[in-house]
């Protein structure tokens, strides 16, 4: 099962382009304040963790995800890597643009691998449904908690 959340916004930096660019450019430091993400650990070329997303009748899904990170004349991206080996994990795309007055405009994609059990009968279908539709919402509440993460992190 695929369920797929995007997210765009745009965030002015407090001190100018150049701490933008240093700032999107180091995802360790700007994800950092991002609630729903565990484990996180990035360098200069990767970022992982675990997205967690609670859900309705699965209870608290952890999502691992691996993602490429690479820097841009104007910004950063982040290219999602296959996890291999799990049930559920996400793919996190993103991209983040740094104008000369310091404005970040932030670009995300999620895409999250559920497993779930064979849907049988219309009783399977109806659990498949009702699961998928709960999961999405929650991934969309998620992703909407992304931007107040970041200009946390921002500020600090």
Known sequence: MLIEAHQSFTLAHPVG?????????????ALAR???????????QEVTGELIVPVPVLGEVDLPFRSLLTVT?????LTPQPVTGERAWVEVAGQAE??????????FHFRAHLTT????????AA?????RAAAGRTLERVAGELPAGIWEAMRT
């Open 17 to 29: 382009q150049e701490a933008a660019l240093a700032f999107v450019r180091d995802a360790g430091v």
């Open 34 to 44: 991002v609630r729903f993400l565990r484990g996180l650990k990035a360098n200069r």
């Open 73 to 77: 004349p104007g910004g950063a991206t």
């Open 98 to 107: 740094v104008d000369d007055m310091g404005s970040v405009t932030f670009h």
């Open 117 to 124: 059990p064979p849907a049988e009968g219309w009783g399977g």
């Open 127 to 131: 659990f498949e449904k009702m699961v």
